[in-house]
C-alpha cells in the first residue's frame, strides 16, 4: 500500500543532505533504460533527486531514502512506476520550436506529397509528433496545416501526437497552455487558433480551439516498444529532440520501427542536434535533419 500523506509530519526544510543512495539511483536509472530507452548517467543524478523529491512529497514520505526504500523493499514501483516515468522523463517543448521544420514542410514537403498522389481527390495528409509532450509540437502542425489546407483547398489532414509520459498528456489533450509559451506564434495564427479566458485568473491562459482539437489525436506510446499500434501510410512523421537520449542501438531500433511506418516518399524529420550518420537506415536527406522514405 502507498503511504498516506499524514505519515510525514516533519519534512527537512534543507535538502543537502537529501539524496538517492548509488543503488537506489542505478535501479532507477537502468529500469527507465530498460523501459522508455533513456539513459540517466551519473551526472543526471541530481536532476533526477529534485524531480522525485515531489513525489516524496505527494507520497507522504520524508525524504529520497524513504522513497527507494518505497520503490525496491516495499512493492511500491508496480503502482509508482507510470509516476516515476513521468516525474523522470524530460518533457522539454515549444510552439514553433525550429520553425525552419515547419517552413520546409509548407513550402515544399506537403507540395511534393501532394504531387505524389495527384490521382487522388481531396488526399488525407497523416502526420505524427512521435515525442508530443505537452502537444506544442502537434498543435503547431496543425496550425501551419489548417492555413495551408484553408489556401490551397486540395487536401485534408490528421495528426497524431504520441508521448510515454501521461501527465503531458493530458495537458495536451486539455490543450490548455501559460500565455508566455505561445509568444513564438505568429499574431494571425494566435487570433486563429487560440481562445483567451473571459476572466483570466493570475497565470494568464489560452486554450486551443475546438476546430483544432478535433483534428489532433494524443495517444501513449513507449518509443521502445517492439512494434507501434498505429497506420503504416503516414506521410510525416516529427522525431525531434529525443534520440540524443538514446544510445546508438536503440537510436537505430526507433528509428526502422518508424519508418516503417512512413509511406514511399513519406519524409522523417530529427531535430538539428541529431543525425541517422550511423545507422542502417537508407534515406534520401533533403535538408538538414530532413530525410525521405525512397
Known amino acids: 500500500m502507498p503511504p498516506s500523506a499524514h505519515q ?35 551526472t543526471k543524478r541530481l536532476m533526477v533527486e529534485g524531480r522525485l523529491r515531489k513525489r516524496v512529497r ?28 513521468n516525474a523522470v522523463t524530460t518533457n522539454k517543448t515549444d510552439f514553433f520550436r525550429e520553425p ?69 498528456l493530458e495537458q495536451g489533450i486539455r490543450a490548455v497552455y501559460p500565455t508566455e509559451l505561445i509568444a513564438p506564434v505568429p499574431p494571425g495564427k494566435q487570433q486563429r ?20 482539437r478535433r483534428l489532433v489525436r494524443l495517444a501513449r506510446l513507449n518509443l521502445m516498444d517492439t512494434s507501434y499500434p498505429f497506420d503504416r501510410d503516414v506521410d510525416v512523421i516529427f522525431l525531434r529532440n529525443v534520440l540524443i537520449y538514446f544510445d546508438k542501438v536503440d537510436q537505430e531500433k526507433v528509428i526502422l520501427r518508424l519508418v516503417d511506418h512512413l509511406r514511399p516518399g513519406g519524409y522523417l524529420i530529427l531535430g538539428h542536434s541529431e543525425s541517422m550518420i550511423g545507422t542502417a537506415v537508407t534515406m534520401r536527406q533533403v535538408a538538414p535533419a530532413v530525410f525521405q522514405k525512397t
Open 8 to 42: 510525514a509530519a516533519v519534512r527537512p526544510e534543507n535538502t543537502d543532505d537529501d539524496h538517492l543512495s548509488l543503488r537506489d539511483f542505478k535501479r532507477i536509472s537502468d529500469l527507465i533504460g530498460a523501459e522508455v530507452g533513456i539513459k540517466l548517467p551519473p
Open 100 to 168: 525552419e521544420h515547419f517552413d520546409l514542410l509548407e513550402e515544399r514537403l506537403v507540395p511534393d506529397l501532394l504531387a505524389l498522389r495527384r490521382g487522388e481527390r481531396k488526399p488525407l495528409l497523416k502526420i505524427w509528433s512521435a515525442a508530443s509532450s505537452t502537444g506544442a509540437e502537434a498543435y503547431t502542425l496543425a496550425m501551419v496545416l489548417a492555413d495551408l489546407a484553408a489556401e490551397r483547398q486540395d487536401f485534408k489532414f490528421a495528426i497524431l501526437g504520441t508521448d510515454i509520459s501521461t501527465s503531458v
Open 193 to 212: 487558433y487560440l481562445m483567451h479566458a473571459r476572466k483570466p485568473g493570475q497565470r494568464p491562459e489560452v486554450r486551443i480551439v475546438p476546430e483544432l
Open 58 to 85: 505527494a507520497l507522504g514520505l520524508h525524504s529520497l531514502d524513504d522513497y527507494g526504500d518505497y520503490l525496491f523493499h516495499r512493492d511500491g514501483l508496480a503502482v509508482e512506476r507510470p509516476f516515476l516515468i
